[in-house]
C-alpha cells in the first residue's frame, strides 16, 4: 500500500471529507447489537413514570440479585446497515399515562440512536410486561436482593462450619494414626 498524502476539507458538520483528486478509502462501519442497546438503556433513563427494562423472568430477576447495571438488559435489536428495529417489556409506573411512556419512548430511542450512529430507527415494539407502584418496585426490588444475600450469608456459613468439622475429624485421624506409628518403648 503506497503511502500518499491525503488533504481534508471541513463539511461544516464536524466530519471531514477527501478534496477533489484524492484516493478514497473504503470500508464500513458497522454496529453490534449491544452497542445500539446500551445506548437505548442508558437513554431510557430520561423517561418518568419508566420504572424499569426488564427481560423477561430471567435477566430481570438476574439483574435484581446480582445488583447490577446492565442497561442492555430487557432490550433486543435488530441491527442491519442503515435501520434498527427494537423490541422491549417494561414496567410503568402506576398511575402514569403508558401510551405517553412508550411515545418518550419512541421518541428518545429515535433521537439517541440517530445522533450516535446515523442508524433510522424503523420500528419500537414495547410491551407494557407489569404496572407498579414506585414503592411496591423498590420494594421487591429490595426483597430479591435480600433474599439473595440471606441465601449467600447461610450456604458460607453451612459451608464453614462443615469445613471445620471435616478438619477436626482429619485432625483426628491424624493423631490416631500417629498413636499407632510411634515406636512403643519396653
Do not use: R, W
Amino acid at each position: 500500500m503506497a503511502n500518499q498524502p491525503v488533504d481534508f476539507v471541513s463539511t461544516g458538520n464536524d466530519s471531514v471529507q477527501p478534496t477533489e483528486g484524492d484516493t478514497q478509502v473504503s470500508g464500513e462501519l458497522t454496529f453490534n447489537d449491544k452497542v445500539i442497546q446500551k445506548i437505548i438503556g442508558i437513554a431510557m433513563e430520561k423517561i418518568d413514570g419508566l420504572l424499569n427494562v426488564q427481560g423477561g423472568f430471567f435477566s430481570s430477576v438476574a439483574g435484581k440479585i446480582a445488583n447490577t447495571d446492565n442497561v442492555t438488559a430487557g432490550i433486543e435489536t435488530e441491527v442491519g446497515q442503515k435501520q434498527v428495529a427494537v423490541d422491549m417489556e417494561i414496567i410503568c409506573e402506576y398511575g402514569k399515562d403508558a401510551a405517553k411512556i412508550y411515545d418518550e419512548i419512541k421518541q428518545v430511542v429515535v433521537t439517541e440512536v440517530k445522533k450516535m450512529t446515523h442508524l433510522d430507527v424503523i420500528e419500537v415494539n414495547v410491551n407494557v410486561a407489569d404496572i407498579q407502584t414506585e414503592e411496591e418496585y423498590e420494594q421487591n426490588k429490595e426483597t430479591l436482593q435480600d433474599k439473595a444475600s440471606d441465601a449467600a450469608d447461610t450456604v458460607g456459613a453451612y459451608t464453614s462450619e462443615k469445613t471445620d468439622q471435616a478438619t477436626g475429624k482429619i485432625n483426628e485421624g491424624v493423631d490416631k494414626a500417629k498413636e499407632k506409628t510411634e515406636p512403643k518403648v519396653q
